[in-house]
């Protein structure tokens, strides 16, 4: 006998068991069914309201913004069920860059299959430890298909594009010009452009204290050739403590470059009357500028001055002093080059630190935070500018732009499987049954439906007969899949239709793991929603509805 749908306790509203999870389940419908029609070459764009303090509409293609923008919906059940979906997306988001639609249009098709039987009777927690052996398997046999990307990243990233060839060419000259560990980033052109630059070595915002040091002044730029460079923390209210740096750079008739930043103005105007050290700004501030400052010191060889650690100016030698190739500076920015003659065990150790915390940074920003520390040292910085007629194509450019370089990026660095989900759908068919109980079996059956579903949206997006060309694929020779702008089934490879291995393995793992939860709730709670202060209970329709639909999946 099913419970009632809703009971009360105070300002909070409950669900109990299947019907609390139907509930999950259409929030899961609807931002699925948002994201879905951008998936693919020929997937739709969407468009959305002005973000605040904008006011021109925003019309994307990226599953991501798509799902970040439906959210939060009016039923705070559905809501519960797109939150979760949600939030596994930008999980797969942060660390692929791309990914968001096919994890959605997997949470959705690996939840209902799941849903199905749970309602039929068999035991959640046994039916989400088979979808977990199930997904084990097919992980490693994705990882037996997976090829090295370097040679596939411009395919990937003109596919990622669109299908804009133009911008994914640029995206790949970028990739190939900074290297494997160098820094990549997009940003928007205030006219229309597709263009990028390029920074050899160290390049961090923050120029000149003054622009007198710069030649030509305001608008000027200087460029310093085998400078010594001091790094230092500490507030300087007068010339002493800098008097014994300035006369060894003197002696070796060597400029001296200060990156510090807190100077008195009498200092500034010392500098600047003696023609002596040029100062310049750190990168960054508090913690994050010590730690690109120590990252810059890794560079060249300098110890950073820092009071909090017990240095001091006074107190420091000459063996504090680093050394770069050449400086060039500019008002706003400023880059240093690998010294020629510099042993770099310190840059090594450095970069490998840096390395090492890239899997374990726990946000998206602090991911992009230490990608750019890592491009900065190993002298690789690309920025990508792109831009339209109006701000809406602009914004829409730019986040296919992104979408391109992430996904090659992901490529590269993971490698490549067959594209248009043919990588999914062969994967399924090879999954064999577990050996075990009734439950893990079902868990290999859930998989192999809703391993379709991708190939059967982006058939749908591109307007062919989604159900009959995915049965087609299921019969056809591993490796092929189909070419949306024709139908006809193809060589994969040969044609250059290729997924980041990453971005599809990310996918599957979160849909599982979302969908093993959604399985296992017995109860979800929410707040009671107020319309102009008053409690808005459930109606008797919306009672109904719901054994409606319960019913619907129990038949």
Known sequence: MLRTPHRHFGAKLFRFGLDARISLMRGIDLITEAVGCTLGPRGRTVLLPPEPGQNHLRITKDGFTVARA????????????????????????????????????????????????????????????????????????????????????????????????????????????????????????????????????????????????????????????????????????????????????RSRNRPLLLVAERLEASVISALLATNGPVAVRPPGMGSAGLRELNDLAALTGAVVIDPSLGLELENSDISVLGEAGRAFLFPRHATLTRPPSKNLQGLSARLAKLRADLPRAPTKFERRALERRIGRLTGGVALLRVGGHTPTVSAELRDRAEDALHAASSAREKGILPGGAGALLCAGRALKDPSGNFEAKCGADILRIALRAPAERLAYNSGLPAKYLAAKLMEAPEGKTFDVRTGAIVDALGEGIVDSAHVVKMALKEAVDIAGLILSAELAIVDVPYDDGRPVYPSMKDIAKIGDQISGVTG
């Not at 000259?173 to 205030?190: M, P």
Request: charge should be negative; proline fraction near 4%.
């Open 70 to 249: 439906a959210l939060p919906l009016k039923d705070p059940f559905a809501q519960l069920g797109a939150a979760l979906a949600a939030h596994a997306c930008e999980r797969v988001n942060s660390l692929c860059g791309d990914g968001t639609t096919t994890t959605m249009i997997l949470i959705q098709a690996v939840t209902y299959e799941g849903l199905r039987r749970v309602a039929g009777g068999v035991d959640p927690f046994s039916l989400r430890r088979g979808l977990a052996e199930s997904e084990r398997a097919i992980q490693e046999w994705l990882d037996s298909r997976t090829l090295p990307g370097d040679s596939w990243i411009g395919r990937v990233a003109t596919v990622a594009a669109g299908g804009d060839e133009k911008l994914g060419k640029l995206v790949t000259d970028a990739l190939e010009r900074v290297g494997r560990f160098g820094s990549a980033s997009v940003e928007t052109a205030h006219r229309e452009e597709m263009s990028v630059e390029y920074w050899e070595g160290y390049r961090w915002e923050g120029g000149p204290l003054m622009p007198e040091f710069l030649q030509g002044g305001v608008g000027g730029s200087r460029e310093i050739v085998e400078p010594l460079v001091l790094l230092t923390t500490q507030s300087i209210s007068s010339m002493a403590p800098l008097e014994r740096f300035i006369e060894f750079a």
